[in-house]
């Protein structure tokens, strides 16, 4: 393991920012970049406190010949992380347009939904797992938000409350119980759990997230996040009356005034409820 490589693991063991899966993921980038500065681009940092502008521009104009806007914007993320623990935020500009990376490109009409799971979900011989899925199809989780769901303590009759230390990005959010299913099913989940979250006491996060992938995989369900997606539509169908453009729905330019108008709403209201940050996120859920 090179110098730097090393240094940059303890400056995460120092600052455990974020859910297990963002901070798994920033150690991966972190090792990547380490090597990267190193073998690809012939930089000898002696230690983290080194980065400077000329680093960044330098990594960023490989990550621009090899890999996705995605995959720049989700490294450039990482790395001002980084800059930011060792004092010396101010050398990466705050717009990613200052670096020359482009938007994120969506195929917005495009459905990746997952209708119809019950199958799959019966195939699945883990009862945590099958739980975690039933979850995420009912109020829209995530895969990690799923597992370490208290569901005892996030019950508040009328909506489910998800603690920070569950979401990505420490972003807490409240998801409304609105049917008898949602309610019978976390009631279930309540019983399953007996007060503690949906990681048998027995397992480590990481030892129930290697079952999941398997038991997924096995189901032939491992793409869940399409459980979100179909949240999303549903949540859109309830809250407007008609269908949203990716599953099957008129476009926005279609749409009459007062449907743009509950269309707008709509898609703020499920943006709360995913727990993201940016419209255009939901966007991609829903269609354009």
């Not at 001002?80 to 004092?87: D, L, P, T, Y």
Request: net charge positive; glycine share 6%.
């Amino acid at each position: 393991m090179l110098d730097l490589e090393y240094r940059l693991l303890q400056l995460t063991r120092r600052n455990r920012d974020g859910a297990y899966a963002t901070q798994r993921d920033r150690r991966k980038i972190l090792s990547l970049v380490a090597r990267q500065l190193y073998h690809t681009l012939n930089y000898r940092l002696p230690n983290e406190c080194s980065l400077k502008p000329k680093h960044v521009v330098a990594l960023v104009n490989h990550w621009q010949a090899t890999v996705s806007v995605a995959a720049q914007k989700n490294r450039l993320a990482v790395l001002r992380w980084w800059a930011e623990k060792v004092g010396k935020g101010n050398i990466i500009p705050r717009t990613n347009a200052r670096l020359g990376i482009g938007r994120r490109r969506y195929r917005p009409n495009v459905s990746k939904a997952v209708t119809n799971p019950e199958m799959a979900i019966a195939r699945v011989q883990d009862p945590y797992v099958a739980m975690g899925l039933r979850l995420q199809q009912a109020f829209g989780l995530r895969r990690e938000e799923a597992m370490k769901l208290r569901p005892q303590q996030a019950d508040r009759r009328h909506y489910l409350e998800l603690k920070a230390s569950w979401c990505k990005g420490g972003r807490a959010r409240v998801i409304p119980i609105r049917t008898r299913e949602q309610r019978a099913l976390l009631d279930d989940a309540k019983a399953l759990a007996k007060g503690g979250s949906l990681i048998p006491a027995y397992k480590s996060y990481r030892q129930q997230l290697h079952t999941w992938e398997y038991q997924t995989t096995r189901a032939g369900i491992s793409k869940t996040h399409g459980l979100r997606h179909a949240y999303a539509q549903q949540r859109y169908l309830e809250l407007t009356g008609f269908k949203a453009p990716a599953a099957g729905g008129l476009r926005h330019s279609e749409l009459t005034l007062e449907q743009q108008q509950l269309d707008s709403a709509a898609r703020q209201q499920i943006t709360q409820e995913l727990g993201h940050h940016r419209l255009a996120i939901t966007n991609h859920y829903l269609g354009r």
